[in-house]
């Protein structure tokens, strides 16, 4: 007989036992069995194999007395010598039905389930455990929803059956016989897989309903997770055996074409893909890459992964321009007159684009008897056909646009990419072909979208390039726009040279201050200085107007605007150093004038200076120079920004003190060394200007640049802090027409400082008609347009002296000072 067979039946006896005898007689106290990962069950039978020799010798001495014994679970089954605090209070009580013993020592028995039982007190810990114990009987329900939760169960246990393999199917047969609940719920809970907590949550649930509630989830939870399992074993059995019927069809395909003498698909990619690299007129390396790939990719069968990455890098080989160029348009004349149709002014720009013209046209005409003359060439430096520019001015001024027309004065395809943001050397460089989805870089990319390898390359904003962990982008555009190297651009995907010697580079930036040195190195910079009041109102009647009325369905004798009244838009509604804004407000005033002729209300509309109220609202600035420099301690300086040029009102203040100095304002490190310099010089002259010496040492002073939200620094504002303590400290107001710039030092010397253009246009903008600069920078002047240079009286100054006697009205000093001026232009 069996095993299985020999247990159930011992089961069977004992049930029958019991059920005869309902008065089970439990001894007062009985030893401990501690059972690892293992929980019993009453109503069943369990082989068990006891191997410690502290359980050896219990189960001797029980096999010696009554043979009861109570199997209690381990809390933790790493614990080897388990105390009484290690066991779960709830077990059950046991008869040992057989003892087998292994040569070992090791015991084997068999153990019938016969009653819950609840731990009372240990009475004993060696050589063994015993307690005291009494019973815990179940509680049975009667009623339709124990008999409901019964056959929930049984069918429940059935579908398990079904799809587990690990369940014996006597055992089966003899769990589903039963009509007991209480019988039902121990035999499945002892052939059901599931942890040691949930066994014993089970064993210690009082209600026999509660036992095969919970019972109904742990079966619910294994059926679910069973289904799911075969259903995966399906599908992927499935998913093979379409892989290999596919590969079978194949096989048979091929050999079908070769008999019938045709081609398949694969070797026909192959042929058409060596045609292609053929045509390419790629370099020799470059073909011997292509062509080593290509045999790879013929060995290849074609639901490999790796032919489709072969298939994709063979793809970008052949479709790069390796060859293909746009010849330019040498038409000196022509392009000029391309240049000048798209943009106002920009002369120093367009004499470059002009120049570079006439160097592509002259090299061309004359490279034939060049190199008949000498026979020879410069074997350290290859010939450059590009050319790398960087445009940088402040935002509006028409940078990028310019770009554009460039290409189409030379005829050459035009490329844009922004890099704002980039962070990622890959974006240059690409990635390598042995990263999933690996793809060329952002230059790759555009050259192949262009179909030419000479485009007009515009770099947007390289000065808000970022750098992180995964590289840094601005030291991969050293190779890119460097006219050394470049000619053998490698791409980390392609990973062969391409020629990017022909492209015009053009970048583009706010400031130069962000941009590495080794990169501002590599290209030919141009500044594009902000536009005056008059060079907008051409720009506005000659580009913007018209485009305006183009984008808001107008036409040209519908709408027209008067000059005054785009100069009053322009000082009265914008503060800018390009034309964005002016643009905006231009187009605000068409959408109105669009909405009154849909309406039917007017057929034509002038746009008058009085009109643009209206249209506009009430302004958006106002000239407050004169307004806030009317009491003492205020000087209006001028500054530079990334957006232009500005003015700062610098306000000082005086209160009863101890020689106190508190700046604000959200001022730099070197601004705020300019004001402490500022104050020095104040102190140290204070008897050549008037103050009282004394008045210091019971005063504190406090220097304020308002905008105190917009950080601020630079040293070009040190006069400026000057002339505002100098007036706080005499009571004495600035003129309100003077604005000043210079850097200070303690013995009184102005130095020059940079963006001279920008600051004048500011002070023009704000309505300030005298300029004091450091004499250093009179050569900065010869930038401004005549009309600012007419408007604005241009005081050049050497010590802050010169500067207070201009800022305080002293006639003398200011005279002197003019004087010196004129005989050194004169000169």
Known sequence: ????????????????????????????????????????????????????????????????????????????????????????????????????????????????????????????????????????????????????????????????????????????????????????????????????????????????????????????????????????????????????????????????????????????????????????????????????????????????????????????????????????????????????????????????????????????????????????????????????????????VGKTSLGRSIARALGRAFIRQSLGGVHDEAEIRGHRRTYIGAMPGRIIQAIRRAGTRNPVFMLDEVDKLGADFRGDPASALLEVLDPEQNREFRDNYLDVPFDLSQVMFITTANVLDTIPAPLRDRMEILQLSGYTEEEKVAIGQEYLVPRQIRENGLRDDEISFDNDALRRIIREYTREAGVRDLERQIGTVCRKVATRIAEGAVQHVTVLADDVASYLGKPDYIFEVAERTQIPGVATGLAWTPSGGDILFIEATKMRGSKGFTLTGQLGDVMRESAQAALSFVRANARQLGIDEEAFDRLDIHLHVPAGAVPKDGPSAGVAMATAIASAMKEQPVDGEVGMTGEITLRGQVLPVGGIKEKVLAARRAGITKVCLPRRNEKDLDELPEDVREEIQFILVDRVEQVFDVAFGNSEGIQSAQIETEQRRTE
């Not at 599908?235 to 019938?260: C, F, P, T």
């Not at 149709?341 to 090299?363: N, P, Q, S």
């Open 1 to 396: 007989m069996e095993l299985s067979e020999r247990v159930l039946g011992a089961a069977d006896e004992a049930t029958r036992d019991r059920a005869q005898d309902d008065g089970l007689t439990i001894p007062e106290e009985l030893p401990i069995l501690p059972l690892k990962n293992t929980v019993a069950f009453p109503l069943t039978v369990l082989p068990l194999v006891v191997q410690k020799p502290r359980s050896v010798r219990l189960v001797d001495d029980a096999v010696v007395a009554d043979r009861l014994v109570v199997l209690v679970a381990l809390k933790d089954p790493e614990v080897d010598e388990p105390e009484p605090s290690d066991v779960y209070t709830i077990g059950t009580l046991a008869l040992i039905h057989r003892l087998a013993r292994a040569p070992d020592g090791t015991l084997h028995i068999i153990v019938q389930g016969l009653e819950r039982v609840r731990l009372e007190e240990f009475t004993q810990r060696e050589p063994y455990m015993r307690a005291r114990v009494v019973a815990h009987p179940d509680v049975v329900e009667e009623g339709v929803e124990v008999e409901a939760l019964l056959r929930s169960t049984a069918d429940l246990f059935r579908r398990l059956v079904g799809l587990a393999a690990y369940l014996p199917e006597d055992v089966v047969s003899n769990v589903l016989d039963t009509d007991d609940p209480r019988q039902l719920a121990y035999m499945v809970s002892t052939s059901t897989r599931m942890d040691l907590q949930t066994r014993q949550e089970i064993l210690e649930l009082d209600s026999v309903s509660d036992k095969l509630r919970r019972l109904l989830g742990v079966l619910g939870r294994e059926v679910e997770v069973l289904e799911l399992g075969k259903k995966i074993q399906s599908d992927a059995q499935s998913g093979m055996e379409k892989v290999q019927r596919e590969y079978y069809l194949r096989e048979q395909m091929k050999a079908i074409q070769r008999e019938l003498g045709e081609e398949d698909a694969q070797a026909a990619e192959v042929r058409e893909l060596r045609e292609r690299l053929e045509q390419s007129g790629m370099p020799e390396e470059a073909r011997r890459e292509a062509m080593r790939e290509l045999e790879r990719l013929e060995a290849l069968p074609p639901a490999s992964a790796e032919y489709g990455v072969i298939r994709s890098y063979l793809g970008w080989l052949t479709e790069m321009p390796w060859q293909e160029t746009t010849e330019d348009n040498l038409d000196i004349v022509a392009a000029r007159r391309v240049l000048d149709e798209d943009h106002y002014d920009l002369e120093r720009i367009k004499d470059r684009i002009i120049e570079y013209l006439a160097v592509r046209k002259l090299r061309q005409e004359r490279r034939r008897d060049t190199s008949e003359e000498d026979g020879r060439g410069d074997y350290i430096r290859q010939e450059r056909e590009g050319v790398i520019l960087c445009f940088v001015g402040p935002p509006g």
